[in-house]
């Protein structure tokens, strides 16, 4: 891949699948689309020489800049287990705007992301769409806590690749990206740490069963985060005093606490914080409640990437956050599917 490949996003939120592909194929922004306030905002900070088109679904793509890939994590609240889970009838489901949006810019690749449940909801009609539009599709399941992340959310990744734009006659060759012999390519052992999972054919993770080593997979937000009523928080306060007085440390004080203080949580924690080069932040404020800060450490961001963003809101960090791709578990998965993929002939392989 070539630095000169453009990149257009769609639902594009903080930017964590974009991240994931940059690393992987390189190439550069040439848009990004996002409706959500706080989403735009952290856009904006970051790419204040890109264009935002706002709402994917009226645009007119003949008046958008051609791109050579679109990536992008479509709401998910039409097959999440978390909804209602209309599918293809939830009014949220925008699926036939990108693909209109596909027909008319022909990219060369395109990268999307959505829940695990996608799969057995609305997926189908993704696939069928794709093959109509001259697509071959790839897909995987993949984990967080597979790249060690201290947490599951288990993703669905998907490349499709154009069937006519890859070929010169007479010639195939495996397509390969830069980084890719690296530590952190794509590994075909399944026991293997800190690499991509191994995926089956059909697109399923090979690891179909819940992580169940203590403090690995599967740790929910809300118990990483602390104690929320005001009698834990008081509680935690009292544990705070005594860890001060007994010399261990501040509960909350990043340069003086220990790994004791993350209890069972802290071989995960430890595992993260070795993948990013970086302490955690405390999962609670001084009021009890979820930090932002700790949320954005934990879905693998640089350190105030959404918090550092000026006029931000709490709550629509949070919401930024909750709505995000871990790039690291995108980037891993991205390597699977390309390596997968049938070989072929083109000028961005040279």
């Known amino acids: 891949m070539t630095g000169g490949l453009r990149i257009g996003s769609l639902c594009t939120g903080y930017g964590g699948l974009d991240m994931a592909v940059q690393t992987v194929l390189g190439g550069s922004l040439a848009w990004v689309s996002d409706l959500d306030p706080g989403a735009t905002r952290i856009l904006a900070h970051h790419h204040p020489r890109v264009p935002n088109l706002g709402d994917l679904t009226t645009a007119d793509w003949s008046r958008v800049e051609p791109v050579d890939i679109v990536c992008g994590g479509y709401p998910c609240q039409p097959f999440s287990t978390a909804g209602k889970r209309k599918g293809t009838a939830d009014e949220r489901h925008i699926w036939p705007s990108i693909a209109n949006a596909l027909r008319v810019l022909r990219p060369r690749y395109a990268v999307f992301e959505n829940v695990a449940g996608h799969v057995r909801l609305g997926f189908a009609d993704v696939l069928a769409d794709l093959a109509r539009l001259g697509f071959d599709a790839q897909w995987c399941l993949v984990r967080a806590s597979e790249i060690d992340a201290p947490h599951q959310r288990q993703r669905l990744f998907l490349l499709a690749t154009a069937q006519d734009t890859h070929r010169e006659p007479g010639h195939q060759r495996r397509l390969t990206a830069p980084r890719q012999a690296e530590d952190r390519g794509a590994r075909t052992d399944a026991g293997g740490r800190g690499g991509a999972p191994v995926a089956h ?16 997979g599967g740790t929910p937000v809300a118990e990483l985060a602390g104690p929320k009523a005001p009698a834990d928080t008081d509680r935690n306060r009292r544990e705070e005093q005594q860890r ?35 302490r955690a932040p405390w999962a609670t404020d001084d009021r009890g409640r979820l930090n932002p800060e700790f949320v954005e450490w934990l879905m693998g961001l640089p350190a105030g990437h959404v918090t550092d963003v000026p006029d931000l809101t709490r709550a629509q960090q949070l919401k930024a956050l909750g709505n995000g791709v871990v790039p690291q578990q995108a980037e891993a998965a991205l390597r699977v599917l390309l390596d997968r993929a049938e070989p072929v002939d083109t000028p961005m392989a040279a």
């Open 201 to 216: 054919a059909d697109g399923h993770a090979l690891r179909d069963q819940p992580v169940t080593e203590p403090g690995r």
């Open 244 to 278: 001060r007085e007994s010399g261990l440390g501040a509960w909350r004080n990043p340069d003086g606490r220990g790994a004791e203080c993350w209890r069972r949580f802290a071989p995960a924690i430890a595992r993260w914080e070795a993948v990013l080069g970086r």
